[in-house]
C-alpha cells in the first residue's frame, strides 16, 4: 500500500509539473506568434503528433503484455523491437518530408514546419523506448523524469529564446522544437544500449538462476504482434487531433490557432488520467488480467467511479473559468477560444471514463476488439469534421468532437461489461 501510495504521489507530482510546462510553452508561443503564425504551427505539430505512434508503433503496449505474459523471457523480443523501431521510423519521416514537399508545396510555411519537425520523431520512438523500460522496471521517479524531460526543456528553450529575441515565428519555433528533440535522442542512448544488453529488472517475475536459450523472434514476427497497439494509438490521436488539420483546411490559420488553444487546455487535463494509467495502472492491469480476475473486474469499476467524479469537477471549471481565463492567458486575440472551450467541456468526463474503460480492454485478448472501435470511432470523426466543419465551421468541430467523445466511451464501457460477463459465464 505504501508503494502504491508512492507511486501516485510521484505520477501526480510529475503529471502537473508536465502538463503546466507544456500548458506555459504553448501559452507563451500562441501570446508571441499570434493567431496567424501560432495556427502554421499548430497545423504541422499536430501532424507530426498524429503520425508519432507510427516510429515506435505500440511498443509499449506490447512489452506491457509480453512481458506480463512471460516474465524474464519476454527479452527475446527487445532487440527485434528496437529494429521494427529504426524501421518504421524512417519511414514515418520518409512519408511526412514527402507529404511536406509534394503534398503541400514548399511554398507553404506549414510544409516548412513539418519538414523540420519530422526529426522530433526519432526523439518521440527514443523516449517510448527508454519510459517502456522504468514502466517495466516500476520506478516511478525516473519514469517521470523521462516522461516530464520534454516538457522541461522545451519550455526552457522557448522562454531563452523569447527573452533574448525578438520577432518568433512559426518556422523559428519549429526549428527550437527539433533541436530539443535531437538532444532528447541523444541522452536516450545509454538506457538503450542498457536495454539491449538485458540490463533491467522485471517487477513481478523472477529472473532465471541460468541462461536460457529461446528462439528470438524476427521483425515481422514484431510487427505482426505490435500492429493492433500501434494502430490503436493513430486512431487516438486522429479522433483527437483531426479537427485541428481541418480546420487548417477549411478555415486558415487564424481559426486553426484559437481552436488549438482549446486543445492545448484539454490535452492538458486529459494528460491525469493518460498518465495514471499508462505510466502506473497498465503493468498491474496486464498481470492481473492473466493472474487475478477479481482484482482485474475491482480496477474497473473503481476506477470508472473515479474517473467519472474527477472528470465532471474539471468540466465544471473548465466551462465557468472558461471566458476568464483564456483571455486572462493566452490574451484578447484568443478571446473566441473560451467559447469553444466551454463547448468542448462536456468531453472532459467522457474522455476520463473511456481512458479506465479503454485500458482494460488493452489487456488480455481484448485489444483487437478495441483496435476495431477504436478505427470505427476515427472514421466517424473524420467524416463528421469533414462534413461538419465545411458546413457550420468552429461550431461543426465541436459537434463532431462531442459525438465521437460519446460513441467512444459508450462502445468501451459496454464491450468492458460484455466481457466481463462472458468471463464470468464460462
Not at 529504426?86 to 503534398?103: E, H, K, N, Q, R
Not at 514476427?221 to 477549411?250: D, M, P, R
Amino acid at each position: 500500500m505504501k508503494r502504491s501510495t508512492k507511486h501516485v504521489s510521484v505520477v501526480g507530482l510529475f503529471t502537473i509539473v508536465g502538463a503546466a510546462l507544456t500548458f506555459l510553452t504553448q501559452l507563451l508561443a500562441a501570446r508571441v506568434l499570434g493567431p496567424r503564425e501560432y495556427g502554421i504551427f499548430m497545423a504541422a505539430f499536430t501532424t507530426i503528433n498524429i503520425v508519432s505512434p507510427l516510429t515506435a508503433f505500440g511498443l509499449q503496449a506490447f512489452w506491457l503484455k509480453v512481458f506480463g505474459r512471460e516474465g524474464w523471457h519476454a527479452m527475446r523480443w527487445i532487440r527485434p523491437t528496437f529494429l521494427f523501431c529504426a524501421l518504421s521510423t524512417a519511414m514515418t519521416i520518409l512519408g511526412v518530408g514527402v507529404w511536406a514537399v509534394f503534398g503541400l508545396g514548399v511554398q507553404n510555411p506549414v510544409a516548412w514546419c513539418l519538414l523540420i519537425l519530422s526529426t522530433n520523431l526519432l526523439a518521440v520512438a527514443c523516449i517510448e523506448v527508454v519510459t517502456t523500460r522504468f514502466l517495466l522496471e516500476e520506478k516511478p521517479l525516473p519514469l517521470m523524469v523521462w516522461q516530464t524531460l520534454p516538457q522541461v526543456v522545451r519550455f526552457l528553450v522557448v522562454v531563452s529564446v523569447l527573452v533574448a529575441a525578438h520577432g518568433l515565428d512559426a518556422i523559428t519555433l519549429a526549428w527550437l522544437y527539433a533541436a530539443v528533440g535531437g538532444l532528447l535522442a541523444l541522452a536516450s542512448i545509454p538506457n538503450i544500449r542498457a536495454l539491449a544488453n538485458g540490463r533491467m529488472a522485471v517487477v513481478g517475475h523472477e529472473r532465471p538462476a541460468e541462461a536460457i536459450e529461446l528462439q528470438r523472434p524476427g521483425v515481422m514476427s514484431v510487427a505482426s504482434e505490435t500492429w493492433a497497439f500501434g494502430l490503436g494509438n493513430l486512431f487516438f490521436l486522429v479522433y483527437f487531433q483531426s479537427s485541428v488539420l481541418f480546420i487548417s483546411h477549411h478555415l486558415g490559420a487564424e481559426a486553426t490557432g484559437t481552436f488549438g488553444v482549446a486543445v492545448t487546455i484539454l490535452a492538458a487535463l486529459y494528460l491525469l488520467p493518460t498518465t495514471i494509467y499508462q505510466k502506473m495502472m497498465m503493468p498491474r492491469l496486464h498481470r492481473w488480467a492473466f493472474q487475478d480476475p477479481v482484482a482485474f473486474r475491482a480496477a474497473y469499476r473503481t476506477g470508472n467511479r473515479y474517473m467519472l467524479a474527477l472528470g465532471l469537477g474539471a468540466a465544471l471549471s473548465t466551462a465557468v473559468l472558461a471566458q476568464y481565463l483564456v483571455p486572462l492567458l493566452f490574451g484578447q486575440d484568443y478571446v473566441r477560444a473560451a467559447w469553444v472551450l466551454a463547448w468542448l467541456a462536456p468531453c472532459i468526463p467522457m474522455r476520463f471514463v473511456a481512458t479506465s474503460a479503454g485500458a482494460i480492454l488493452s489487456t488480455g485478448n481484448l485489444m483487437r476488439v478495441k483496435i476495431r472501435i477504436m478505427g470505427f470511432v476515427a472514421v466517424c470523426n473524420l467524416v463528421l469534421n469533414h462534413l461538419l466543419i465545411g458546413r457550420y465551421g468552429m461550431q461543426g468541430a465541436i459537434q463532431a468532437a462531442l459525438v465521437t467523445e460519446a460513441l467512444l466511451v459508450g462502445l468501451y464501457c459496454y464491450t468492458a461489461r460484455r466481457s466481463f460477463r462472458s468471463s464470468h459465464t464460462a
